[in-house]
Nanobody, 124 residues
Framework: QVQLVESGGGLVQVGGSLRLSCVAS????????MGWFRQAPGKEREFVSA????????NYADSVKGRFVISRDRTKNTIFLEMNDLKPEDTAVYYC?????????????????WGQGTQVTVSS
């Protein structure tokens, strides 16, 4: 089973930026879509963004469209989430995941492996 490790979370003020990274332990993910999800306290895990195996297709939740950018470096088995203009409602634990398919979807059951998460807190 591939291991995923997220990093880059932290405390930031409203309007600030963070860049999350997720490194996979295996190169096998290079042919899979990958995604980012988040979970706030007391809420269900929700889709944030996904990227296809070659980076050619990207998908975003409406709540982050225009503010977040997903990318990947297949040579380093790594995906990124650039988060800009952060809002208090972006506060959550952010998880990366590997999709069953070449294109990452928005449903949690599209994904087979998950990281442990990284905390993002946006203060107002």
């Amino acid at each position: 089973q591939v291991q995923l490790v997220e990093s880059g979370g932290g405390l930031v003020q409203v309007g600030g930026s963070l860049r999350l990274s997720c490194v996979a332990s295996s190169r096998t993910v290079s042919n899979n879509g990958m995604g980012w999800f988040r979970q706030a306290p007391g809420k269900e895990r929700e889709f944030v963004s996904a990227i296809s195996w070659n980076g050619g297709f990207k998908n975003y939740a409406d709540s982050v469209k225009g503010r977040f950018v997903i990318s990947r470096d297949r040579t380093k088995n790594t995906i990124f989430l650039e988060m800009n203009d952060l809002k208090p409602e972006d506060t959550a634990v952010y998880y990366c995941a590997v999709s069953r398919r070449a294109v990452g979807g928005s449903a949690t059951n599209d994904y087979t492996a998950w990281g442990q998460g990284t905390q993002v807190t946006v203060s107002s």
